[in-house]
């Protein structure tokens, strides 16, 4: 008698939204594994698996994984299901193809409450099993439950989500926003909000779902591949269906798609890889020359962290740390400069990169949807609202490295083409004003 075949374990991708050993008592048997990256998935569905879970995955930290890996997967056959954090993000956008998403920031995004990835982003330690920052979407839910219960008045819940919009995603907790809310620091008040867990609870809800679904169809669990193939994960060898680039003449576009990641900040997904395999930038001088400041600066920030004692002296882990962070971002400035001085060789520079790493399509595909959004509500006469050009101008700032638009425009060395970040944050408006009236 033939062996019965092996039934794989469904597969999920978990990281900070919910701790491990809960996890694994939701869904008993299940490989647990790290953040999801770019090629995971590939590389899990050739081995064997069928069923994915991703509730978490890196977005700034390696590259993140594209919807045209999770499109794949589920054409070959897959049931891929996502919630909570990148799971939701990704299952929004690739529905249609199949995925299957759970849980209310799922809808949101579905719904287009939610646009980016900035409302799921978090910082955690190395091992993924801890949050070191707050995800704007937990602030937004866990005000509007204060609010609802009393606990907030309604200036100081839209202080609050102000504050958490205006500052930068690595340094969000409880106690800095309610700092820049004005807020104080309100044990009680911190202590209460942070027991709203929105993200915990959407990964408690797909866990639980899986659990179902696979004790009601056991078949789920076993999914043959439909390809005897390797997965194709490069632009050189993927059959093309489609035209990026629209007509547009490729010279045009390598110009305007450079014009766009520097003015909109896009360019920071890119800027250290083209630096850093382009001896003429400089890469390590300009960083080792912004060492000094970086130092001082680092100094002066640990000793204003919330919390720190009036004597308080950093550690020398601590220190260097930060001062490298500086550094980095110090130079990435100087960066901008250069490749805006030097617009056309960047354009090439980020093309190949963007090439390289198979994003090519996905940026031209972005570009003209802003763009062509924006002149669709320019046609149809709409203007954008005071909330669009916020969210628009916040945005760009925050890609830039900035807390806020009013101190990305206070940089003197942006200064000399403040014009052209104006006219982006007004075409970013209109073509959010567009995605609302559609």
């Given at each position: 008698m033939p062996p019965l075949p092996v039934t794989p374990a469904?597969?999920?991708?978990?990281?900070?939204?919910?701790?491990?050993?809960?996890?694994?008592?939701?869904?008993?048997?299940?490989?647990?594994?790290?953040?999801?990256?770019?090629?995971?998935?590939?590389r899990e569905r050739a081995q064997g698996g069928s069923v994915f879970v991703i509730i978490d995955g890196v977005f700034y930290q390696e590259h993140a994984i594209s919807p045209r890996e999770l499109i794949d997967v589920l054409r070959d056959g897959a049931w891929v299901v996502g919630a909570s954090s990148m799971g939701a993000l990704r299952a929004a956008?690739?529905?249609?193809?199949?995925?299957?998403?759970?849980?209310a920031i799922y809808r949101l995004f579905r719904r287009g409450r939610l646009t980016s990835d900035d409302e799921v982003a978090v910082v955690f330690d190395p091992d993924g099993e801890r949050p070191a920052s707050l995800a704007l979407v937990n602030v937004r839910h866990a005000v509007a439950?204060?609010?609802?219960?009393?606990?907030?008045?309604?200036?100081k819940a839209e202080a609050l989500v102000r504050a958490a919009e205006e500052t930068f995603y690595a340094e969000r907790t409880w106690r800095t926003l309610l700092t820049r809310a004005g807020l104080g620091?309100?044990?009680?008040?911190?202590?209460?909000?942070?027991?709203?867990?929105l993200k915990g609870d959407d990964a408690r809800r797909v866990l639980r779902y899986v659990a179902r679904q696979l004790a009601a169809h056991p078949a789920l669990a076993h999914r043959p591949r439909r390809g005897d193939t390797d997965f194709a994960t490069s632009e050189y060898t993927r059959e093309r269906s489609h035209d990026a680039l629209a007509g547009l003449?490729?010279?045009?576009?390598?110009?305007?798609?450079?014009?766009?990641?520097?003015?909109?900040?896009?360019?920071?997904?890119?800027a250290l890889a083209i630096?850093?395999?382009?001896?003429?930038?400089?890469?390590?001088?300009?960083?080792?020359?912004?060492?000094?400041?970086a130092r001082l600066l680092s100094v002066s920030l640990l000793q204003q962290e919330p919390g720190a004692p009036m004597r308080f002296v950093p550690s020398e882990a601590e220190q260097q740390g930060l001062t490298s962070l500086l550094s980095l971002r110090l130079a990435q400035r100087e960066l901008w400069a250069v490749f805006m001085a030097h617009?056309?060789?960047?354009?090439?520079?980020?093309?190949?990169?963007?090439?390289?790493?198979?994003?090519?399509?996905?940026?031209?595909?972005?570009?003209?949807?802003?763009?062509?959004?924006?002149?669709?509500?320019?046609?149809?006469?709409?203007?954008?609202?005071p909330r669009d050009r916020y969210l628009a101008r916040e945005e760009m700032a925050h890609a830039h490295g900035f807390d806020t638009w009013g101190r990305m425009e206070r940089s003197a060395w942006m200064k000399p083409w403040w014009s052209f970040f104006l006219d982006y944050a007004e075409t970013r408006a209109l073509s959010r004003r567009m995605r609302d009236a559609l």
């Open positions: 469904p597969i999920i991708h978990l990281g900070p939204s919910l701790p491990r050993r809960e996890a694994e008592t939701l869904l008993p048997g299940g490989d647990f594994r790290p953040p999801v990256r770019r090629g995971d998935l590939y956008e690739c529905w249609p193809a199949g995925m299957v998403g759970v849980g439950r204060a609010l609802r219960r009393g606990h907030l008045t309604r200036p620091r309100e044990k009680r008040l911190e202590q209460l909000l942070a027991g709203w867990d003449d490729p010279s045009e576009a390598r110009r305007t798609l450079a014009r766009w990641h520097l003015v909109s900040g896009r360019y920071t997904r890119h630096a850093s395999t382009s001896p003429e930038v400089g890469l390590l001088e300009r960083i080792q020359k912004k060492d000094p400041a617009e056309t060789l960047f354009a090439d520079w980020l093309w190949q990169q963007l090439h390289l790493s198979g994003e090519l399509d996905a940026e031209l595909f972005r570009w003209r949807a802003i763009h062509e959004a924006a002149s669709r509500a320019r046609a149809l006469g709409l203007a954008a609202r």
